[in-house]
C-alpha cells in the first residue's frame, strides 16, 4: 500500500530549505519566511532539516551551529528556543517543526533528522501529522528511531521514510552486482531513495538504479537541481522527485511537461 505522502503526480517538487525567491531581502532558508515563501509559490512538499534547542523544542535549521546564518558560533544545542527566535527576527524568523506543521496543514513535509538527539522529540512531534511526512537522515540509525518514536507516540500509520547512506551504498552494490533479490533487502522498509546525481567521481544516479527502486515500489529524488534544463532531462530519464533551490522554475518546468 503507497504511503499517502506520495499521493499526487510525479515528479514531485520538493523545495529545498523552503524557498528564498531571487528578490527576497534578508531572507535565509529555513526561516518562517522561506517556509511560506514555499508555500506560496504552490509547493506542496517542503524538505528541512530538524535540531533541537538547548530547552527541548525542534526547530528547522540545516546547521549544526550558527555561524553561517547568523554569525554566532554557538551549536544549535546550546542556544534555547527563545534566544534562536531573537537572533533569527530580522531574517525571515524562527520556525519550530510544530509551528511548521500546524501552520501549513497542506503541505507535506521532507524532514532529515540531523542529531541523534533530535530522532525522538521529532518523532513524537510529527505522530499526528504522518500521512504528510516522510523521514530521512544520512544515519539510518536516527531515521529509524524517529520512525520507531512516531509510531509509539502516534499509534496509527507511520511517516514514510527515505534511505540513509549506508542502505543506498547497499542498494548501489547490489544494482551494480545484478542482484535483484539484495536491492528488494535493502530496500524493505523504504520508500524513497533520495541521492545526488554524483558524489564526487561516482555517478550514483543510474537508469539501472531507476529501474530496480521502480520495480520495489520506491521513488527516486534526485538533490538538488536548480536548471530547468536539468530537471527536464532527469524527469525524462525516469526520476519521480526533485529537491530545488528553486521552487519557481521548477513548478514551472513540471507544468510545461505535462
Known sequence: MTHPWFAGRTPRILAHRGFVPPDAD??????????AAAHAAGAGYIESDCHVTADGHVVLLH??????????????????????????????????????????????????????????????????????????SFSDARRRAALDAAGHFGGGIRPATSAGTATIARVLTAVRAHTPWMV??????????????????????????????????????????????HMARLVELGVDGLVTDRTDLALRAVAKGR
Open 63 to 136: 546547521d549544526a551551529d550558527l555561524s553561517r546564518v547568523v554569525g554566532d558560533p554557538r551549536p544549535v544545542a546550546q542556544v534555547t528556543l527563545a534566544e534562536l527566535e531573537r537572533l533569527m527576527s530580522g531574517i525571515g524568523g524562527l520556525i519550530t517543526l510544530r509551528q511548521a506543521l500546524e501552520g501549513f496543514p497542506d503541505v507535506r513535509f521532507n524532514l532529515d533528522v540531523k542529531t541523534e538527539a533530535a530522532a525522538v522529540p521529532v518523532g513524537r512531534a510529527v505522530a499526528p501529522h504522518a500521512e504528510r511526512v516522510l523521514l530521512a
Open 184 to 229: 528488494r533487502r535493502a530496500l524493505a522498509g523504504v520508500d524513497a531513495l533520495q541521492i545526488p546525481e554524483r558524489r564526487g567521481p561516482v555517478r550514483v544516479l543510474t537508469p539501472r538504479l531507476i529501474d530496480a527502486a521502480h520495480r520495489c515500489g520506491v521513488e527516486v529524488h534526485v538533490w538538488t537541481v536548480n536548471d530547468p534544463l
Open 26 to 35: 534578508g531572507i535565509v532558508e529555513n526561516s518562517f519566511a522561506a517556509i
